[in-house]
């Protein structure tokens, strides 16, 4: 239930990402209108609806599954997976989590097309293509569980990956996956 909080808090821990820039105001400055005229048009109700819905949307419904989709695997051979599917179209292109990681400053709406302009980099990639169905995995298929995160193994930890897993493009980061230990 804390997650929302942390995700909330995370930009500004985030060295690479410019905090408060024209759009971000923006943005806020819209978040902020919006919320009043919900408290006036629905009441205090009608807010503390979209603050619950805020805080529980990450739970056993198929948009949360997205969290799963996008680091959880049981194919320690890719560290992040994108959505393929319907829900996309109202989930303003949520699924395509290695295309959005790859150039983040494209817009949602031209994530699809960022697909389809580079296939050499997003055709071999698995991906899923139902947020329902890996629900459901995720809770009775025994190779899942909370462990089955994947992480890119830093510097000082390439030096214990298995024999072949360097890369000379990349000198001594390894960017293969492999599971997390807790």
Same mark, same amino acid.
């Given at each position: 239930?804390?997650?929302?909080?942390?995700?909330?808090?995370?930009?500004?821990?985030?060295?690479?990402?410019?905090?408060?820039?024209?759009?971000?105001?923006?943005?806020?400055?819209?978040?902020?209108?919006?919320?009043?005229?919900?408290?006036?048009?629905?009441?205090?109700?009608?807010? =503390?609806?979209?603050? /619950?819905? !805020?805080?529980?949307?990450?739970? &056993?419904?198929?948009?949360?599954? %997205?969290?799963?989709?996008?680091?959880?695997?049981?194919?320690?051979?890719?560290?992040?997976?994108?959505?393929?599917?319907?829900?996309?179209?109202?989930?303003?292109?949520?699924?395509?989590?290695?295309?959005?990681?790859?150039?983040?400053?494209?817009?949602?709406?031209?994530?699809?097309?960022?697909?389809?302009?580079?296939?050499?980099?997003?055709?071999?990639?698995?991906?899923?293509?139902?947020?329902?169905? =890996?629900?459901?995995? /995720?809770? !009775?298929?025994?190779?899942?569980? &909370?462990?089955?995160?994947?992480? %890119?193994?830093?510097?000082?930890?390439?030096?214990?990956?298995?024999?072949?897993?360097?890369?000379?493009?990349?000198?001594?980061?390894?960017?293969?996956?492999?599971?997390?230990?807790?």
């Amino acid at each position: 239930m804390l997650f929302p909080f942390f995700q909330v808090t995370r930009p500004p821990r985030l060295k690479a990402i410019k905090m408060w820039d024209r759009w971000f105001t923006t943005n806020l400055a819209c978040a902020v209108a919006y919320d009043v005229a919900i408290v006036y048009f629905c009441g205090w109700a009608g807010f =503390l609806y979209l603050v /619950f819905a !805020f805080f529980f949307s990450i739970g &056993l419904h198929p948009v949360g599954a %997205r969290w799963i989709q996008e680091h959880y695997t049981y194919d320690f051979d890719q560290e992040t997976f994108s959505y393929y599917g319907p829900i996309n179209r109202v989930a303003l292109n949520m699924g395509y989590h290695n295309e959005h990681h790859d150039l983040p400053s494209v817009p949602w709406n031209n994530l699809r097309k960022l697909r389809a302009m580079a296939p050499e980099f997003y055709e071999n990639l698995k991906y899923h293509s139902s947020w329902s169905r =890996l629900l459901f995995q /995720f809770v !009775f298929d025994k190779r899942y569980s &909370l462990y089955s995160r994947v992480e %890119r193994m830093k510097e000082k930890a390439a030096s214990q990956a298995a024999p072949g897993m360097r890369d000379s493009r990349t000198g001594n980061l390894d960017l293969s996956a492999r599971p997390i230990s807790f």
